[in-house]
């Protein structure tokens, strides 16, 4: 019997875990200035799904005492630019860590002083942090600064807190804006006003595992245009510290970082897909082939970056050296299968060993 209930309790133990439960929050529409709901109420492991209606909104962290000024270091979804007669609306999700108070509000014009904020895990200070941005007396000027103009502000003052700073990319699929945050490292240069350019990055060009050029400068209003030109590629934003990982996976203040997707091209073909972002701040860009077939190319060193800052550590040298040092590269999915497999093939011994034992115990 003893055998018998070991056995039951190390099956209970294998039994999947339960995932958290999901909130949905829907941001604007046509004519509505709102969250709906105005707040959730959520626990660690939640997700709260925020799916972005007509109209151009935000997903932006604040504070209770500053409802409609960006917490630093907090999560943006930047803008995200829905037409009026858009049926397919795109989503932002925020997963919840603990249950403290996460405020939130809309950083388009003066959308925050006109009630349009959020909350999760409120308590009682819901109508306090909605009244507290309506009364707001930021003048709504300045909550509509351009992403360049606080962007660099905020990289101004993070080379003297040597922190990091959210920045934003547009980003154009298929004729479809959408907008992504990004980190902006200390030493990031200011923007410059000169003639918007369009910089064209081939990919896999004459079947090598490279983007080409691999590291550029480009200034505000610019565009990235990738060109996919052979094998199945893709341009997968990552970061700095991890170069072959998505940055969705890695950042830990609920940046989204942008992916084309794999984009397969025959052999000598002359139709080249292409997936452009547009730079909306200086601040580095870090991206990386996601592709482990049969080995990992940004292991191999097929990476590229924007505005990288040469004159420091944090260079293109180093990010393709880094990305060159993971060995296995992107291919963390494959790692952690292989171990769940081990797991997986311990149980199983111990599940025989104990089998072998209860069938001996009741042959005695």
């Known amino acids: 019997m003893f055998a018998l209930a070991a056995l039951v309790g190390l099956l209970a133990l294998a039994a999947p875990v339960t995932r958290g439960a999901v909130h949905n929050v829907t941001v604007g529409g046509i004519g509505i200035l709102k969250y709906d709901p105005a707040s ?4 660690p492991g939640d997700l709260v799904v925020f799916t972005f209606k007509q109209k151009n909104h935000t997903v932006t962290q604040s504070s209770l005492d500053s409802p409609c000024t960006p917490l630093e270091g907090g999560f943006d979804s930047g803008f995200v630019p829905v037409a009026d007669d858009a049926t397919d609306f795109p989503v932002a999700q925020f997963q919840v860590q603990d249950t403290n108070p996460v405020w939130v509000y809309c950083r388009q014009a003066n959308h925050c002083q006109q009630g349009m904020v959020f909350a ?3 308590g009682d200070k819901l109508a306090t942090f ?3 941005a309506v009364g707001n007396n930021t003048d709504a000027s300045s909550s509509n600064t351009t992403a360049t ?3 660099s502000d905020n990289a101004g003052s993070a080379t003297a807190t040597q922190s990091v700073v959210t920045v934003t990319a547009t980003v154009t699929i298929d004729g479809t804006t959408q907008t992504t945050t990004y980190g902006s490292y200390p030493g990031s240069a200011a923007p410059t006003s000169v003639a918007s350019q369009e910089h064209v990055i081939m990919v896999g060009q004459d079947s090598t595992l490279t ?3 691999s590291n550029i400068s480009a200034q505000v209003g610019d565009t990235v245009t990738f060109r996919f030109a052979a094998k199945n590629h893709t341009a997968t934003q990552s970061s700095f510290a991890s170069p072959c990982s998505p940055l969705a996976e890695t950042s830990t203040s609920g940046q989204v970082g942008f992916d084309s997707g ?3 091209v025959i052999a000598n073909s002359s139709d080249f897909p292409s997936f452009s972002v547009k730079i909306n701040d200086t601040a580095p860009i870090w991206v990386y082939c996601k592709q482990t077939n049969p080995a990992s190319h940004c292991a191999a060193g097929m990476v590229f970056s924007v505005n990288a800052i040469e004159t420091g550590p944090n260079n293109f040298a180093a990010f393709q050296a880094k990305a060159k040092a993971t060995g296995s590269g992107s291919n963390t999915g494959s790692s952690g299968t292989n171990a769940a ?8 011994s111990v599940l025989v060993a104990l089998f072998a034992a209860l069938v001996g115990a009741m042959l005695l």
């Open 149 to 151: 103009a606080t962007s």
């Open 130 to 132: 909605q009244s507290n």
């Open 341 to 348: 497999l081990r797991a997986t093939g311990q149980t199983a």
């Open 120 to 122: 999760i895990n409120p």
């Open 262 to 264: 794999f984009q397969p």
């Open 211 to 213: 983007f080409s050029p």
């Open 40 to 43: 959730v109420n959520a626990d």
